[in-house]
């Protein structure tokens, strides 16, 4: 059974930086596409940010300058980085993985304060 495991969430001042991290467990394969997605209070769940098992990356507009994303040198671990914080980042930040499923972590609250 897939179990994907968040950490790193938190709350930061404007202007600070976070990184997130996620730890997937329970597959002996490489996932094809890692990444975050957030919500925000009464907002739909948008993509922040994915990258490929090849090292392509594609960002929310939001966040591009902003967050990196990266794969980790242990299989089937992400990470995002987080620099310049907005209270628009303000939400619950979620990892999700993509084989022939799509996996969901249980979420991490982020929340940056102004």
């Known amino acids: 059974q897939v179990q994907l495991v968040e950490s790193g969430g938190g709350l930061v001042q404007a202007g600070g930086s976070l990184r997130l991290s996620c730890a997937a467990s329970?597959?002996?394969?490489?996932?094809?596409?890692m990444g975050w997605y957030r919500q925000a209070p009464g907002k739909q769940r948008e993509l922040v940010a994915e990258?490929?098992?090849?090292?392509?990356?594609n960002y929310a507009d939001s966040v591009k300058g902003r967050f990196t994303i990266s794969r980790g040198n242990a299989k089937n671990t992400v990470y995002l980085q987080m620099n310049g914080l907005t209270p628009e980042d303000t939400g619950v930040y979620y990892c999700v993985a993509r084989r022939t499923s799509t996996w969901w972590g249980q979420g991490t609250q982020v929340t940056v304060s102004s």
């Open positions: 990258v490929t098992n090849g090292g392509s990356t």
């Open positions: 329970g597959s002996i394969f490489s996932f094809i596409v």
